[in-house]
Structure formats: structure tokens, C-alpha cells
């Protein structure tokens, strides 16, 4: 089939996100200036480059995650295993501002070494990344998208010393889960290596 993107596509569920998957999930960790943490896991998520470090979530309008990045200036990113997939879960019902996901998932909170949001205790690894840019992409129409990219430059990395073996992060170990679009999820699977040709 071939359908035009501005048109229905006339399956029972849009296919776009199972299309662009797997993708990691961006655990986000934040803080208000009255000290409410949020935690929310978001499927538009990814690293942006590696120098320096950048990451990125995309919020469909301003939700709290997006509002505090933007109004503290930070927000911490969660390594989401599969031993806190139910957590996670949890984590991501709609609360009211001031209810911590932490609470309701039955999280603990580690401080922040270089952002003042905590971490999720447990976790394989976390990034810590100080907010450097908001931005609504433009569409073809002239028009605005209906998410936010919070745009954010690592500042700090916390990985378990149980997840390092031989110099690496042990991804097989992280046992990490991805959102693979409507309600699935994958793990790691098998791992293999690609060396580039030179």
C-alpha cells in the first residue's frame, strides 16, 4: 500500500509509530521551583550527537515534564529496564500537578550530582542534561506542530558499575525495554556486532 501523509491511511491504527521503532524511552526526570518532581516516560526520545552530548523528548504541548525543563533549566534522562517496565508504566498516568509519579510508582529518588531533579534509584544509568533549547517545528502548512522538543546537553552521567564490563556499558545487562508504536514493547534481543567497513 502507499497512502499521502495528509491523508487517512485506512488501517484500524496509524502505523507511524511502529514504523519509526524501536525507540528507547526517555524516562524524564524534572523538578518545579517549588521542589514538585515529575517523572514521565516519553516515546519520542533519543541522543542528538555525541559532542558534545545531547539528548532530546518531544511533548505533545506543554506538559509538566516540558514546563519544568523549561522553567528550571534541567531535567535528568532514565535507562528504563525491563525489571521497571511496571514502573514506568505506572509513571505515565495522567496525575495533577504536584502528585509525584515517584509516590505513585513506589520510586526512590537519588540527588542530582550536577542538576538539582533527582534520578530514579535503580536505574542501569542516567543522564543528567541541563535544557539548552525548546523548539515547535514549523510544518509545511505555515503552521506549527503539536509537540516540543526539549532539547538538553549532558551534564552528567551515572552508570551502575554492575552494568560496565570490559570498558563498556553492558546493554545485554541493562536489559533495556523500547516502545515499538500502540501498546508494544520490545527488549534487547540478541546482540550482534557491525563493524564499518574502512
Known amino acids: 500500500m502507499f497512502y499521502n501523509a495528509n491523508e487517512h491511511h485506512g488501517?484500524?491504527?496509524n502505523p507511524f509509530k511502529a514504523i519509526v521503532?524501536?525507540?528507547?524511552?526517555?524516562?524524564?526526570?524534572?523538578?518545579?521551583?517549588?521542589?514538585?518532581?515529575?517523572?514521565?516516560p516519553y516515546s519520542f526520545?533519543?541522543?542528538?550527537?555525541d559532542t558534545p552530548m545531547m539528548v532530546m523528548f518531544a511533548s505533545g504541548g506543554m506538559k509538566d515534564s516540558a514546563q519544568f525543563?523549561?522553567?528550571?533549566?534541567?531535567?535528568?534522562?532514565?535507562?528504563?529496564?525491563?525489571s521497571m517496565k511496571d514502573e514506568m508504566n505506572i509513571s505515565?498516568?495522567?496525575?495533577a500537578r504536584g502528585e509525584s509519579e515517584f509516590d505513585t510508582a513506589g520510586l526512590e529518588m537519588v540527588a542530582g550530582q550536577t542538576v538539582s531533579c533527582p534520578?530514579?534509584?535503580?536505574?542501569?544509568?542516567?543522564?543528567?542534561?541541563?535544557?539548552?533549547?525548546?523548539v515547535q517545528p514549523d510544518t509545511l502548512d505555515g503552521g506549527k506542530a503539536a509537540y516540543i522538543l526539549v532539547i538538553g546537553q549532558v551534564t552528567g552521567v551515572y552508570i551502575d558499575d554492575e552494568m560496565i564490563n570490559d570498558g563498556r556499558f553492558d546493554i545485554a545487562k541493562a536489559d533495556?525495554?523500547?516502545?515499538?508504536?500502540?501498546h508494544d514493547y520490545m527488549g534487547?534481543?540478541?546482540l550482534f556486532e557491525l563493524v564499518r567497513p574502512t
Not at 92 to 95: E, F, G, I, Y
Open 45 to 49: 526520545f533519543n541522543g542528538i550527537c
Open 11 to 13: 488501517l484500524a491504527y
Open 188 to 190: 534487547a534481543g540478541d
Open 119 to 134: 534520578r530514579v534509584k535503580g536505574v542501569p544509568a542516567a543522564l543528567e542534561c541541563k535544557t539548552v533549547n525548546l
Open 21 to 40: 521503532a524501536p525507540r528507547p524511552i526517555g524516562w524524564i526526570s524534572t523538578i518545579d521551583g517549588e521542589g514538585r518532581t515529575n517523572l514521565a
Open 176 to 182: 533495556p525495554i523500547m516502545r515499538c508504536g500502540y
Open 69 to 82: 525543563a523549561s522553567d528550571s533549566g534541567e531535567f535528568t534522562f532514565n535507562y528504563v529496564s525491563n
Open 92 to 95: 505515565s498516568a495522567s496525575l
